[in-house]
Nanobody, 115 residues
Framework: QVQLVESGGGLVQAGGSLRLSCAASGRILSINVMGWYRQAPGKGRDLVAIIIRGNSTNYANSVKGRFTISRDNAKNTVYLQMNSLKPEDTAVYYC?????????WGQGTRVDVSS
């Protein structure tokens, strides 16, 4: 089992920045991939960014150059630094961890970007 707790969401004006955090506990050493997904109102859940064991990263085209995913292994925490935020970034952001063929999710943290 892996438990994920997100934090750092909130309301920000367009052009601003936020940093989301995802603290992992449980079978941490078994985690292969961690990532951030988001779900905008009335839409499905979409990939934002992932970081793979070895620190390889991948981003959705819509956030490339604005968002950065990173992790602190000592704190068992993954971060999503979001810069130059746009109203279309408004969504609930979910942390995800993959262990084998199992996916774990956090409870989500809401990000609202005002124009």
């Amino acid at each position: 089992q892996v438990q994920l707790v997100e934090s750092g969401g909130g309301l920000v004006q367009a052009g601003g920045s936020l940093r989301l955090s995802c603290a992992a506990s449980g079978r941490i050493l078994s985690i292969n991939v961690m990532g951030w997904y988001r779900q905008a109102p009335g839409k499905g859940r979409d990939l934002v960014a992932i970081i793979i064991r070895g620190n390889s990263t991948n981003y959705a085209n819509s956030v490339k150059g604005r968002f950065t995913i990173s992790r602190d292994n000592a704190k068992n925490t993954v971060y999503l630094q979001m810069n130059s935020l746009k109203p279309e970034d408004t969504a609930v952001y979910y942390c995800n961890a993959i262990v084998g063929n199992l996916a774990y999710w956090g409870q989500g943290t809401r990000v609202d970007v005002s124009s």
